[in-house]
């Protein structure tokens, strides 16, 4: 009785991107005023940009921070990579 084996067993798997959803949108939330959550995702002009707008406005610049905190946690998984990360969508 011969056996076979699945194909599958000795290819590696694809290598699976990191989705940083979480880590972004924690950060979002709590330190949006500061644009951490952009330089996390790799925008580094938006987080400089978040940076100053927040400096200008005193601080009241940091919502926008907050609901795109948000919008990262509703988002699912593959929704969140596919618009954020591999899109690279900068703002909301």
């Not at 076979?4 to 067993?9: C, G, N, R, Y």
């Not at 290819?11 to 972004?24: C, F, S």
């Not at 949006?32 to 330089?39: D, E, Q, R, V």
């Not at 946690?73 to 969508?89: I, N, P």
Request: aromatic fraction near 14%.
């Amino acid at each position: 009785m011969e056996t076979t084996k699945p194909e599958a067993w000795n290819t590696p798997a694809a290598p699976r991107q990191e989705n940083k959803k979480v880590l972004a949108g924690v950060l979002a939330l709590v330190f949006g005023y500061l644009g951490i959550h952009k330089f996390i995702l790799g925008y580094t002009q938006e987080g400089i940009i978040q940076l100053v707008i927040s400096i200008v406005t005193c601080g009241l610049g940091g919502i926008i921070g907050f609901i795109e905190g948000i919008i990262y946690l509703t988002k699912s998984d593959e929704d969140f990579y596919q618009t954020y990360q591999v899109g690279k969508k900068g703002w909301f």
